[in-house]
C-alpha cells in the first residue's frame, strides 16, 4: 500500500474528470487534450510519457494550475481551480505544490541558498526563517556545503538539487517535474532519481513527473502514456521496470 492510501484506495489528492484544452493560434487550432480523465493518490509517484507534442506537459501545467483548460474538472485536494482568482490560485501553487524543470530557473545572482528561500520571502516569510528552512531543504539534497555557491559555480545535477530543494521548502503536497533528468548524463539522472523517490519515500509528497525515459519512468508506482491528447494506457512500475531492462 502506498504511503498515506486508505485501504480502498479513496484518497485522491489530484483528479481530472475529462479535461478538454485547445490552443487556438490564427493559422491552426490544436486540441492538445481531448477528454483526459485521471486520479493520483496522496503520496504516489506517477510518470507520463509519450511521443512529442501528446500534450504530457499540457497535462501536467493543466493539473497544477499554469495553465488554464476549456472543458472538464480539476480537483486538488477538493479544490476546484477552474473556480480560483489568479491570485488564489497563485497562492494555492506556492503553498500546496512544488515545480522541477529541465532548465533549473534559478537567478544567477543569487546563491543557493537564497534561491531556495526566494519563494518563502515572496510568500511573506521572515527572512531568518526563511533562511532556516532553506537550508534544511539543501539538508535534504545533500547540498547544504554549497549553501553560498551561485549556480555558475554548481555541476548540472548540482543545479538541479538546489532546483528540487526549492521545490521542497515549502513542504508541499505535491511536486510536478517536467523532465528533471532530460539535461543531465545517465549517472547524475540516475542520482537525480534516486533523490526524487528518497524524498517520496521520507516526506510522502505525491511526485507527477514527465519524462521521456523509461528507466526514470520505472522508479514510479505507475506509467501514465499519452498520444493525440488522449491516455492510451498505463503500466504498473514492474512492466516499466521490463521494459526499461529491454533498453
Known amino acids: 500500500m502506498l504511503p498515506n492510501q486508505t485501504?480502498?484506495?479513496?484518497?485522491?489528492?489530484?483528479?481530472?474528470r475529462n479535461v478538454e484544452k485547445i490552443y487556438n493560434t490564427?493559422?491552426?487550432?490544436?486540441?492538445?487534450?481531448?477528454g483526459v480523465s485521471l486520479q493520483v493518490r496522496r503520496g504516489e509517484m506517477v510518470a507520463?510519457?509519450?511521443p512529442s507534442g501528446c500534450g504530457k506537459t499540457t497535462l501536467l501545467n493543466t493539473l497544477s494550475g499554469l495553465d488554464d483548460f476549456d472543458a472538464g474538472l480539476v480537483l486538488i485536494?477538493?479544490?476546484?481551480?477552474?473556480?480560483l482568482a489568479d491570485d488564489r490560485k497563485t497562492e494555492f501553487r506556492a503553498h500546496d505544490m512544488g515545480f522541477v524543470f529541465q532548465t533549473y530557473n534559478l537567478l544567477p545572482v543569487l546563491s543557493a541558498v537564497e534561491n531556495?528561500?526566494?519563494?518563502?520571502?515572496?510568500?511573506?516569510?521572515?527572512?531568518?526563517?526563511?533562511?532556516?528552512m532553506a537550508l534544511r531543504a539543501l539538508d535534504l539534497v545533500h547540498l547544504r556545503d554549497r549553501a553560498s555557491a551561485r549556480p555558475a559555480q554548481l555541476s548540472g545535477g548540482q543545479r538541479q538539487r538546489v532546483t528540487i530543494a526549492r521545490a521542497l521548502v515549502n513542504r508541499p503536497a505535491i511536486i510536478w517535474a517536467d523532465e528533471p533528468t532530460?539535461?543531465?548524463d545517465s549517472k547524475t539522472a540516475n542520482e537525480i532519481m534516486e533523490l526524487i523517490v528518497d524524498v517520496?519515500?521520507?516526506e510522502h509528497q505525491t511526485c507527477v513527473l514527465v519524462t521521456?525515459?523509461?528507466k526514470v519512468a520505472a522508479r514510479c508506482h505507475r506509467t501514465i502514456h499519452m498520444e493525440d491528447g488522449e491516455i492510451s494506457h498505463e503500466n504498473t512500475q514492474a512492466e516499466m521496470a521490463a521494459l526499461a531492462a529491454a533498453h
Open 7 to 16: 485501504e480502498d484506495g479513496s484518497d485522491v489528492v489530484i483528479e481530472a
Open 26 to 34: 490564427e493559422s491552426v487550432r490544436v486540441h492538445a487534450l481531448k
Open 48 to 50: 507520463i510519457m509519450g
Open 77 to 83: 485536494n477538493g479544490t476546484d481551480l477552474s473556480h
Open 116 to 132: 531556495v528561500e526566494l519563494p518563502l520571502i515572496v510568500s511573506g516569510t521572515k527572512p531568518k526563517a526563511a533562511r532556516e
Open 182 to 184: 532530460g539535461a543531465l
Open 200 to 202: 517520496n519515500r521520507e
Open 212 to 214: 521521456h525515459d523509461p
